[in-house]
């Protein structure tokens, strides 16, 4: 069963955080942890539009391909 968790993402280099309610224990699975992000927290954060040096990268949904960036 997903679990939802209040958490602070933050930017290693910035003194800046958001807030935001996490979707846990859904299932998806990966080789690294991973936060995926909607395009207005991205923002906020200052990783959108996508920074020099990210990757991008198809992820496979059940839904079908969904185009995404990885920001080392």
Known sequence: MPVRLRIEVRRRDLNEGVMLTALV????????????????VAKTLGLWPQPDGSLSIIFTTAGGEVEGYEVP
């Open 25 to 40: 224990n859904t299932g998806f699975t990966s080789e690294e942890p991973d936060i995926l992000m909607p395009s207005n």
